[in-house]
């Protein structure tokens, strides 16, 4: 057992000193030591005692230790907030004298003073604790959730080729697939708080989302939805549910089969009639 920059340990207290104590990992008492500042100290300690520290660097790039809580730990996902934004990159609240620096090519969105967002911590090359918000190799891969259940998480990152990446619970890995990009999910934004639906849980554990509805709900406001389109077209719809789905897509905001399935709704209750190449308000 080592001194292990950013985790919680169980050290052995092996020298006091005016300023602070001196801890070693249990075995190597001789070896290697970090200083554990005399205002971490808790009264009445004594050498060969255990003092349960966190490990990190401070202003003059020291390891150090200290008997606060960070916010995380190394590998692991925390909400943290943003104290301040510099030309370097930002400076993270994390429950440490000491700000946790978040660089600019690990933001997955420029963040702004004040914002709360999801960072984990690792070691960059220099030997230093930073944090990062490409969140996806440190989160669960797996969790007992099922197909249709309901879940909440924060959007951490979104990439055009594959979808917006949410961390469930803020801990679980999930994806709205880019096919699931429409409508509501069409405006989100990383670090959006939103509740979607298990669309499909994938063999390695991992989910993918549905921001939508599903079911009777969703068709009925689908549906009313294109009433409302076909009357912005003073009643005639100019394209059917034969449509390509570019067309239906960029003028509806829905997927094909999510606009047959309100269209089928609308034509079976009697409320449009289909045309050739229009969709007709029935009620006209």
């Known amino acids: 057992m080592s001194l292990r920059l950013g985790e919680n340990q169980s050290l052995i207290l092996v020298k006091q000193v005016d300023f602070g104590v001196y801890l ?14 005399a205002k971490q100290v808790p009264g009445g300690v004594v050498v060969g005692d255990r003092l349960k520290v966190f490990l990190y660097r401070d202003s003059e790039d020291r390891m150090i230790a200290t008997t606060a809580k960070p916010a995380m730990t190394l590998g692991h996902v925390a909400r943290v907030s943003v104290a301040q934004v510099t030309k370097m990159g930002a400076f993270l609240r994390w429950g440490l004298e000491k700000d946790l620096f978040l660089p600019f090519r690990e933001q997955t969105v420029r963040v702004r003073e004040g914002d709360s967002i999801l960072a984990a911590l690792y070691i960059d090359k220099s030997s230093r ?3 990062t918000m ?27 080729a594959f ?97 047959k399935r309100a269209v089928g709704k609308l034509l079976k ?13 029935g009620s006209r």
């Open 129 to 131: 604790l930073c944090a």
């Open 134 to 160: 490409n969140l996806y190799e440190y989160l669960d891969a797996s969790s007992s959730c099922k197909k249709d259940d309901t879940v909440e998480g924060t959007v951490y990152n979104i990439l055009d």
């Open 163 to 259: 979808g917006a990446y949410v961390a469930v619970d803020d801990h679980i890995s999930a994806l709205i697939p880019r096919k699931e990009m429409y409508g509501e999910a069409q405006k989100l934004k990383v670090g959006d708080r939103i509740t979607a639906r298990v669309a499909k849980v994938l063999e390695d554990g991992r989910l993918e989302l549905a921001v939508r509805d599903k079911g009777y709900a969703q068709r009925e406001e689908d549906a009313e939805r294109i009433l409302a389109l076909i009357g912005s077209y003073d009643g005639v719809l100019p394209f059917n549910d034969k449509a390509s789905p570019e067309v239906i897509l960029r003028e509806t905001g829905m997927s094909k089969a999510q606009f």
């Open 269 to 281: 209750e009697g409320r449009i009639e289909i045309g050739e190449k229009t969709i007709r308000d």
């Open 24 to 37: 070693a990992a249990p075995g190597e008492e001789a070896g290697e030591r970090v200083l554990l500042p």
